[in-house]
T-cell receptor, first 111, second 113 residues
Framework: EAQVTQNPRYLITVTGKKLTVTCSQNMNHEYMSWYRQDPGLGLRQIYYSMNVEVTDKGDVPEGYKVSRKEKRNFPLILESPSPNQTSLYFC??????????FGPGTRLTVL | AQSVAQPEDQVNVAEGNPLTVKCTYSVSGNPYLFWYVQYPNRGLQFLLKYITGDNLVKGSYGFEAEFNKSQTSFHLKKPSALVSDSALYFCAVNPRGYSTLTFGKGTMLLVSP
């Protein structure tokens, strides 16, 4: 089944404790992206990747890191999480200019 | 810079009535336009997209959207609403040649029995 998977689905952590949210797609898509969803703000892009080893900042990159060492994986790294990073995070993938397919989301709470 | 506006935070409609969820955009050129739906505690699901051609695009679950270039709008419509259509709807745009999506803030659709 073609899909985008994210892990974990739910995470509660404390300020400053490094964490990684994994994202994997099995559709051989070149493009992958991370978004955060906050009430009243819609989805805002954090980082995106056009292909392996090619990443770029989105609209809200501060406090986040990404890497794209393999085509299928695009992990999101929070080196020192803060409470303002409490949010619902979505990973998405697509062929270039194609329809983006979204993962199920990761709900992160930073205390 | 590109932007998407969904002017209504919430749309209420009775089951069986037609529904419209509004979207306007600001982007140069001829962009690709999308509608996604998010059910409670679920990810975003693709509904439909406009790339070129007929201004009326048909998508999943009986939804359709009308592209109007002069008004830079891409309103989502359905002739007869179902209670199960109640969800959060997002309009999104990306310029041709790019993959980055810009989303509107979302419109909550509530369909009453």
């Amino acid at each position: 089944e073609a899909q985008v998977t994210q892990n974990p689905r739910y995470l509660i952590t404390v300020t400053g404790k490094k964490l990684t949210v994994t994202c994997s797609q099995n559709m051989n898509h070149e493009y992958m992206s991370w978004y955060r969803q906050d009430p009243g703000l819609g989805l805002r892009q954090i980082y995106y990747s056009m292909n392996v080893e090619v990443t770029d900042k989105g609209d809200v990159p501060e406090g986040y890191k990404v890497s794209r060492k393999e085509k299928r994986n695009f992990p999101l790294i929070l080196e020192s999480p803060s409470p303002n990073q409490t949010s619902l995070y979505f990973c998405a993938s697509s062929f270039r200019e194609g329809t983006q397919y979204f993962g199920p989301g990761t709900r992160l709470t930073v205390l | 810079a590109q932007s998407v506006a969904q002017p209504e935070d919430q749309v209420n409609v009775a089951e069986g009535n037609p529904l419209t969820v509004k979207c306007t955009y600001s982007v140069s050129g001829n962009p690709y336009l999308f509608w996604y739906v998010q059910y409670p505690n679920r990810g975003l699901q693709f509904l439909l997209k406009y790339i070129t051609g007929d201004n009326l695009v048909k998508g999943s679950y009986g939804f359709e959207a009308e592209f109007n270039k002069s008004q830079t709008s891409f309103h989502l419509k359905k002739p007869s609403a179902l209670v199960s259509d109640s969800a959060l709807y997002f309009c999104a745009v990306n310029p041709r040649g790019y993959s980055t999506l810009t989303f509107g803030k979302g419109t909550m659709l509530l369909v009453s029995p």
